[in-house]
């Protein structure tokens, strides 16, 4: 049975105006899958990303990641959390445009108190892994948006995260730096990296995670596996399997 990373269990959010983003929401991300949480705006898959970052508490229900009780966490521990047991990556990127690539990266490292002389060969070897080590010395604004977002997510990758959160990766890009970003979490994947993509574009989805869930109106509508092509890294055609 795959060690469960993500368990969400009744999970209800409820904002003073409008009804509950989220109702009654149970979940389950194995080791290494690759999920894809779709659906339109004021769906509530964004409030399902913050509950599960622990930037949001349920009112009711529980939220597990990687054997922590997040739902418990004071502000405190929810950013020693963060800081150890996910990584995340942003539409808009949010890299420091006054340090360089390699300073970028090597910053969540830093905040956990790694060695600096540590930090910097992990930081390293990731821009080669990632394609972008000729970049190291530069700053990110020299940089093209796919670029950007490779830097991104090595700096996500740094601390060796459980757990790889996207909210909306290509959302600022090109269809060309998408295509990248979309074969470098396919990579990931295929890797055995765990990776929970939140997004409105079904296309995105469909390409980078092996399965979907649809929230509507605060709710999970649907759970579908898809079974990529065997033998390949890439996700050829699939078989549905709706849960």
């Not at 396919?186 to 989805?205: E, F």
């Amino acid at each position: 049975m795959i060690e469960p990373v993500i368990e969400l269990s009744g999970v209800r959010r409820d904002f003073v105006d409008g009804p509950a983003a989220l109702q009654d929401v149970s979940l389950t991300v194995g080791a290494g899958e690759a999920v894809a949480v779709v659906g339109p705006s004021g769906s509530g898959k964004s409030t399902l990303l913050n509950m599960i970052a622990g930037l949001d508490r349920p009112d009711s229900g529980t939220v597990t990641v990687a054997g922590t009780r997040v739902d418990r966490l004071d502000e405190a521990g929810a950013a020693r959390y963060r800081r150890h047991s996910i990584g995340m990556v942003f539409q808009f990127f949010h890299l420091l445009d006054d340090l360089t690539v390699l300073d970028n990266v090597v910053l969540p490292a830093e905040m956990t108190g790694t060695a600096r002389g540590e930090a910097r060969r992990r930081a390293n070897e990731l821009l080669e892994v990632l394609g972008i080590a000729g970049h190291a010395r530069a700053y990110p604004g020299r940089l093209s948006g796919g670029e950007r977002q490779r830097v991104a997510v090595a700096r996500a990758l740094m601390n060796r995260p459980a757990l790889l959160l996207a909210d909306e990766p290509t959302g600022a890009l090109d269809s060309a730096s998408g295509e990248e970003v979309k074969a470098l979490l396919r990579d990931l994947h295929a890797d055995g990296q765990t990776v929970v993509v939140v997004t409105h574009d079904l296309a995105l989805a469909r390409s980078c995670a092996t399965r979907t869930v649809r929230i509507v109106d605060g709710r999970i509508a649907s759970d579908t596996v898809h079974r990529p092509t065997v033998g390949s890294r890439r996700h050829g055609t699939a078989v549905e399997v709706t849960r």
